[in-house]
């Protein structure tokens, strides 16, 4: 299972939807810093496209920065930093 990361806003970068068009399952979406404005339920709609082998986090610390943890896509799981570390412990690396 590999970890991927995106921490840029999916309104101002490219970065999720070119993560999208390369992840596959199993595999583990982790957004961080601004990338959890992607985690909003009115933007999450991605999620419903992606294979269920593939799981949708967000890092509770940048929810929470941002005031977002209320309008989250209920598909996303929000993590804590402990959690980040156990994914980047026992995701493979390339």
């Known amino acids: 299972m590999i970890l991927h ?25 982790l957004l961080i810093e601004n990338g959890v404005y992607a985690a909003l339920a009115k933007e999450g709609h991605f999620t419903r496209s992606l294979d269920p082998a593939i799981r949708v986090c967000a890092l509770a610390a940048d929810v929470d920065a941002r005031g977002l943890r209320q309008r989250l896509d209920p598909h996303i799981d929000v993590i804590e930093d402990s959690d980040f570390v156990d994914l980047t412990i026992n995701c493979d690396k390339m």
């Open 5 to 29: 990361t995106v921490n840029k806003s999916p309104f101002d970068q490219e970065t999720l939807s070119r993560c999208l068009d390369v992840i596959r399952a199993p595999a583990v979406l």
